[in-house]
């Protein structure tokens, strides 16, 4: 199984941008999908996660301004981010639970992350 992201980029403060990840492989099921995100110097946090029945969830710092969406049919989760801010600066990554066709459980798996840059 492997996660593709992409979307990033330098965007002004106030700027949008949206992320995408496409999972592909030997898929069975994929539970929840997510997006976290590490800046330098900090750990990584969950950003904003929706499960298969398309719940959603998101950390406190970008609520109202970042949304997160999936086309199951493509295995495809979005961050659709919006009113951008220089702390939103950092590398994103995308997160999948998936079960595949010879696994029991569903486990995670990870994008290699992309760059978001938030920059007059």
């Known amino acids: 199984v492997q996660l593709q992201a992409s979307g990033g980029g330098l965007v002004q403060p106030g700027g949008s941008l949206t992320l995408s990840c496409a999972a592909s492989?030997?898929?069975?099921?994929?539970?929840?999908m997510g997006w976290y995100r590490q800046a330098p110097g900090n750990q990584r946090e969950l950003v904003a996660v929706?499960?298969?029945?398309?719940?959603?969830n998101y950390a406190d710092s970008v609520k109202g301004r970042f949304t997160i969406s999936r086309d199951s049919a493509k295995n495809t989760v979005y961050l659709q981010m919006n009113s951008l801010k220089p702390e939103d600066t950092a590398v994103y990554y995308c997160?999948?639970?998936?079960?595949?066709?010879?696994?029991?459980?569903?486990?995670?798996?990870w994008g290699q992350g992309t760059l978001v840059t938030v920059s007059s």
């Open positions: 997160n999948a639970l998936v079960r595949t066709y010879t696994s029991t459980w569903a486990i995670p798996y």
């Open positions: 492989g030997s898929i069975f099921s994929i539970n929840d």
């Open positions: 929706i499960t298969s029945g398309g719940s959603t």
